[in-house]
């Protein structure tokens, strides 16, 4: 190392010791090659301790080998460290193209801090309420909401419509659909556009947390109300909504203690904390989500009807993204350039040969998959354009198998004002075409938006070939 060098390390080495926040800096084999005296301190663990270790043996529960492997960059997580929920940022370090190291950066605001703002923020949201009779939204507002929800399809034009409906009131809205095609989207984008988008927007995910922590989450608890508490007590989600939503994910999952529990507040919007005698007041937006068939479990008898019928009084229902392939194209455009974007590399293409085998695929997972993929795709192919072995390789390392339901597909262009699909077959194939045709419309008995989206491409180019084969 010459001298130069030597004296920005130097220089670097001392930033880093006099920055607030804990810095950690780990190698391309994930050994620590810095350690900041913030970290230290937090810690307790000596730099001389850390330096040169592999970074799992030294901090709980990190993810930073992790990141250097995926060259994903995490931001605002949550990580438990020495007992308390920490936030934390993992940001790549890329050099040509590879991750040759990865900042972890421990900020010391963490979640108690955050409650204590959002309290603060939510005081002064209550007074702006009151104060203001005026529940119009503003514009600026109504466009970042529906701007984040991307597709064209009618499935998805119509559920959009609903959502904008439902919002306008402050009825309860039951979400359902399979995981991962955007019921908590819909469910932000819902609040954000309701007279109480001023307020907060509180998310539960009732299946992530265990039964006998659900209670004092969901409703608070006073000071000493059980060993381990936190001192001063814990402002409840129902609290820290109020003139605002509460979210209710995987409400399926909800024990049926709980449910009375929820079906009370939501007749009286009264609410008690664990350990409290004096009720408080809660008006609150609810929203509540599940991929569950929850029909069939009020019948099976572990969903209580009648808060069944209290939280489905405006119902969502978000089609699965195989029954709207024609939004594919739109969303894969979409979150290439946004991913491109935020790695700040300049924005790939997909040949269409990949874009026919995407479109083929079931997609299981829905849109999370489809993102998922996309930051796959760009983080492991390098070249500008995205090829069909490319997409192969990728699926073939999660062991799932595309199915070869276009193999007659020569070219492929795509309208992305219209997200219109245009095919074209191969000459051999033209044959076959009026044949395949004929079979999805059969197959999906004579419903022509069915059939056009079976067949991944859009319904004014099927009535184009029914006439041009006289169907
Ligand atoms: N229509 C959509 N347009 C753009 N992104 C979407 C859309 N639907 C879902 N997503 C994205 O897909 C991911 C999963 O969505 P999410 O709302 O968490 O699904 P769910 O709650 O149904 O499992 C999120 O990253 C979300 O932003
Ligand atoms: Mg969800």
């Known amino acids: 190392m010459n001298n130069y060098q030597e004296h920005s390390l130097d ?20 050994e620590i090659i810095h350690f900041n005296d913030a970290y230290s301190r937090f810690t307790g663990i000596k730099k001389a301790e850390a330096l040169g270790q592999h970074v799992t043996k030294i901090i709980e529960n990190t993810r930073l080998h992790n990141v250097l492997e995926s060259g994903i960059p995490e931001r605002g997580s949550l990580q438990i460290i020495n007992g308390q929920e920490m936030i934390v940022h993992r940001i790549p370090i890329r050099k040509d193209g590879r991750v040759i190291a990865v900042i972890g950066m421990l900020i010391f605001e963490g979640v108690s801090e955050l409650y204590k703002i959002l309290e603060k923020h939510q005081q002064t949201d209550r007074k702006s309420i009151i104060h203001s009779n005026n529940l119009v939204i503003p514009e600026e507002k109504r466009k970042i909401t529906l701007e984040k929800i991307i597709g064209k399809s009618d499935k998805i034009a119509q559920t959009k419509q609903l959502a904008r409906k439902a919002a306008k009131t402050l009825a309860t809205v039951l979400i359902t659909g399979e995981s991962g095609t955007g019921k908590e989207l819909f469910a932000q984008s819902i609040h954000h556009l309701s007279p109480y988008c001023d307020g907060p927007f509180i998310s539960v995910n009732c299946a992530a947390i265990p039964d006998h922590l659900l209670e004092s989450e969901l409703f608070g608890y006073e000071d000493g109300a059980f060993t381990g508490a936190r001192k001063g007590g814990k402002p409840g989600k129902f609290e820290l909504a ?103 590399i300049s924005t790939k293409q997909l040949t269409n040969k990949a874009l026919v085998q995407l479109l083929s695929y079931e997609w299981p997972g829905n849109i999370r998959e489809l993102v998922n993929i996309v930051e796959r795709m760009i983080s492991l192919v390098e070249k500008k354009e995205i090829s069909a072995s490319d997409v192969s390789l990728l699926f073939n390392q999660t062991s799932i198998t595309l199915q070869p339901s276009y193999p007659m597909v020569e070219k492929l262009e795509i309208d992305k004002q219209t997200s219109t699909i245009f095919l074209e077959l191969k000459a051999e194939k033209k044959l076959e075409e009026r044949e395949i045709i004929t079979n999805a419309l059969k197959e999906t008995n004579g419903n022509k938006a069915k059939a056009a989206r079976k067949l991944g491409i859009h319904r004014s180019t099927l009535y184009d070939k029914l006439k041009q084969f006289n169907l």
Do not use: W
């Open 11 to 30: 220089i670097l080495s001392t930033i880093l010791d006099s920055a607030y926040e804990g810095i950690v800096v780990v190698n391309e084999s994930a």
């Open 242 to 344: 109020h003139e605002g939503t509460l979210f209710l994910d995987e409400i399926g999952d909800m024990p049926l203690s709980m449910q009375s529990k929820i079906l009370r507040v939501l007749q009286e919007k009264e609410g008690i904390r664990v350990g409290g005698v004096k009720p408080y007041r809660t008006n609150t937006r609810i929203i509540t989500a599940t991929n569950k068939a929850i029909e069939q479990m009020v019948q099976q008898g572990t969903f209580r009807e009648d808060l069944y019928y209290r939280l489905n009084i405006i119902r969502l229902h978000i089609p699965p993204l195989r029954e709207r392939k024609e939004d594919i194209p739109l969303l894969l455009s979409y979150y290439i350039e946004e991913i491109c974007q935020k790695y700040n």
